[in-house]
């Protein structure tokens, strides 16, 4: 098998403590490993509620932040260790698209200054003729045209505009990969359905992987090749996202498609409330399973370690959660069961 593309390998990173910070901890993501092949391009989503660890996860791939432990790899090579101009390479072939369509834009400037400091900071043309032409192909990708946008300010565009040229300006670098975190969570619904086929086609005729962040499982379904299921920092569920999502195997999981209103009157919609305060889990990285105090399947084994991946269905689908290993080692304690008190 050729060399991964990225290749991510139980990512640990923890905020707070240190020798002058003495206080609680907070652990953002934890053991993550996740692997994006050269070939085919694919989607692979990352998704989960807020506060899952999704944004801490993209800013570690774009090299914005550095991992407490554990290895980030681009073609083998490690991001932490690259030279300057490695480095300069490697965010040329690694772009981002970020949430907010008008925060990255500098309001002083015209909408034509981000598709010129890219190509004048990464030497992409040796003229103003073949740098026009450069913009207007990109521009051409995302359905539109220079001479409609250059000249504008960013706040003269609609949320929709702003977003398709921060497309546009990751394409100009023809990137290997693009990191999206929630691309389409502020825009509205027309726009989004062009934003995803956008991506679509940036990944079958031009070879682009995706790394797309999300909290939409509807966007993930539609798009989405794999998926990693997040839940307070760990990987609770992985595999095909059609199969993930259609056959979910981790109590979290089911739980979260479950709580997706179906357009059907005759079926009741609504989930288990819970009051619990899960973060309490969070705050030691030898702590067990962070679902513990929500699942209703919950062992006391569970407070021992945090589950591995078990394989629990095809394509590569695994779920997190003891309830797949030997049969005979998981028995379930229920809520009930542990209301009862021990007999004197």
Same mark, same amino acid.
């Given at each position: 098998m050729s060399q991964p593309l990225l290749e991510i390998e139980n990512v640990t990173k923890v905020y707070g403590g240190g020798f002058l910070q003495r206080g609680p901890v907070t652990v953002a993501l934890q053991d993550l490993s996740l692997t994006i092949q050269q070939e085919p391009a694919k989607?692979?989503? !990352?998704?989960?509620?807020?506060?899952?660890?999704k944004t801490t996860l993209a800013n570690l791939v774009l090299g914005f932040i550095k991992p407490t432990a554990g290895h980030i790899r681009y073609r083998g090579q490690e991001v932490a260790a690259m030279t300057p101009q490695e480095l300069k390479q490697y965010r040329r072939e690694v772009q981002?698209?970020?949430?907010d369509p008008y925060?990255?834009?500098?309001?002083?400037? $015209?909408?034509?200054?981000?598709?010129?400091?890219?190509?004048?900071?990464?030497?992409?043309? $040796?003229?103003?003729?073949?740098?026009?032409?450069? =913009?207007?192909?990109?521009?051409?990708?995302?359905?539109?045209?220079?001479?409609? !946008?250059?000249?504008?300010?960013?706040?003269?565009?609609?949320?929709?505009? $702003?977003?398709?040229?921060? !497309?546009?300006?990751?394409?100009?670098?023809?990137?290997?990969?693009?990191?999206?975190?929630?691309?389409?969570?502020?825009?509205?619904?027309?726009? &989004?359905?062009?934003?995803?086929?956008?991506?679509?086609?940036?990944?079958?005729?031009?070879g682009i992987s995706f790394l797309y962040i999300t909290h939409d499982l509807s966007t993930a379904y539609q798009i989405g090749d794999e998926i990693y299921l997040l839940y307070q920092g760990t990987v609770a569920e992985r595999g095909d996202t059609v199969e993930v999502i259609d056959h979910p195997k981790h109590p979290y999981v089911q739980l979260l498609i479950d709580s997706?209103?179906?357009?059907?009157?005759?079926? &009741?919609?609504?989930? $288990?409330?819970?009051t619990v305060d899960d973060e309490e889990m969070r705050v030691n990285v030898?702590?067990?399973?962070?679902?513990?105090?929500?699942?209703?399947?919950?062992?006391?084994?569970?407070?021992?370690?945090?589950?591995?991946?078990?394989? =629990?269905?095809?394509?590569?689908?695994?779920?997190?959660?003891?309830l797949y290993e030997e049969p005979s080692q998981a028995t379930p304690t229920t809520r009930s069961e542990e209301a009862v008190p021990a007999a004197d």
């Open positions: 989607i692979i989503t !990352v998704a989960g509620e807020s506060g899952s660890g981002a698209v970020f949430q925060e990255v834009y500098n309001p002083f400037y $015209r909408v034509k200054h981000v598709f010129d400091m890219a190509i004048r900071n990464f030497h992409l043309a $040796r003229s103003r003729q073949e740098a026009r032409e450069m =913009v207007e192909e990109a521009l051409n990708v995302v359905g539109m045209r220079g001479e409609e !946008v250059l000249e504008k300010y960013p706040h003269q565009l609609s949320g929709g505009q $702003r977003q398709r040229i921060m !497309v546009a300006r990751a394409y100009l670098l023809k990137p290997r990969l693009i990191v999206a975190d929630e691309p389409v969570s502020m825009v509205d619904a027309s726009l &989004r359905a062009m934003i995803l086929d956008i991506m679509l086609r940036l990944r079958d005729e031009h997706i209103p179906v357009p059907d009157p005759t079926i &009741r919609w609504g989930g $288990r409330a819970t030898h702590s067990g399973c962070r679902f513990y105090p929500r699942c209703d399947q919950r062992m006391e084994r569970c407070l021992q370690s945090i589950p591995p991946l078990y394989p =629990v269905g095809p394509k590569g689908h695994e779920a997190a959660c003891f």
